[in-house]
């Protein structure tokens, strides 16, 4: 049962655009939403959280929104920069609980 | 200095040998985390180890066997594993139970 879900395998923008990943969780017990980012051979680097307490946070260039009601977040990255390309993962956790959930990947193409 | 480091990166064994993975963290975390990561798909949790007890064992065989000696160390002993074992093995560390993870680079295991 996949209870965080990105549907989205690949993705393919051009340098300077907008890149929105997408991703869908089923379990209504998570509460702490993150992303990760993932070069080929190395290990997946933090980028960004949200508590279900908020709806938006800022980083930088990377923006997460969370819809409670849809049970749906997303990523924003602006302006999208080659260094960009990887693959993302959304992961979920259950407050109090250190399992971490994750999704299947979406692999970010930044086309110069 | 959000580093979590790995040896050795790569690893080739047998299926009677006996090897261990190690994993180190100086950041004053108190929780560690191994991960296995198969091509293509998302990290697995498979143990958790919270003020250096072992908190979360995910139903792991005991083929694989974890020690976590002081706060920044984290090892995996392996012995007697199987061709389909081989996969990149993640270690990861938190500040507490409910902080976001940092990953090392990881171990790439083939098993022969």
């Known amino acids: 049962d996949q209870q965080v879900k990105q549907n989205s395998p690949s993705l393919s923008v051009q340098e300077g655009r907008i890149s929105i990943l997408n991703c869908d969780y089923t379990?209504?017990?998570?509460?702490?939403f993150l992303w990760y980012k993932k070069y080929p051979a190395e290990g997946p680097t933090f980028l960004i959280s949200?508590?279900?307490?908020?709806d938006k946070n800022e980083d930088g260039r990377f923006t997460v929104f969370l819809n409670k009601s849809a049970k749906h977040l997303s990523l924003h990255i602006v302006p999208s920069q080659p260094g960009d390309s990887a693959v993302y993962f959304c992961?979920?956790?259950?407050?109090?609980?250190?399992?971490?959930?994750f999704g299947t990947g979406t692999r970010l193409t930044i086309i110069p | 200095d959000t580093e979590v480091t790995q040896t050795p990166k790569h690893l080739v064994m047998g299926m009677t040998n006996k090897k261990s993975l190690k994993c180190e963290q100086h950041?004053?975390?108190?929780?560690m985390y191994w991960y296995k990561q198969k091509a293509k798909k998302p990290p697995e949790l498979m143990f958790v180890?919270?003020?250096?007890?072992?908190?979360i064992n995910e139903s792991v065989p005991s083929r694989f066997s974890p020690e976590c000696p002081n706060s920044s160390l984290l090892n995996l002993h392996l012995h007697a594993l199987q061709p389909e074992d081989s996969a990149l093995y993640l270690c990861?560390?938190?500040?507490?139970?409910?902080?976001?993870?940092?990953f090392g680079p990881g171990t790439r295991l083939t098993v022969t």
């Open positions: 990861a560390s938190s500040q507490m139970r409910d902080y976001e993870q940092y």
């Open positions: 379990n209504s017990m998570f509460d702490y």
């Open positions: 949200i508590s279900s307490i908020k």
């Open positions: 992961a979920a956790r259950n407050f109090g609980n250190e399992k971490l959930t």
């Open positions: 950041m004053g975390h108190r929780a």
């Open positions: 180890y919270s003020y250096e007890k072992l908190s």
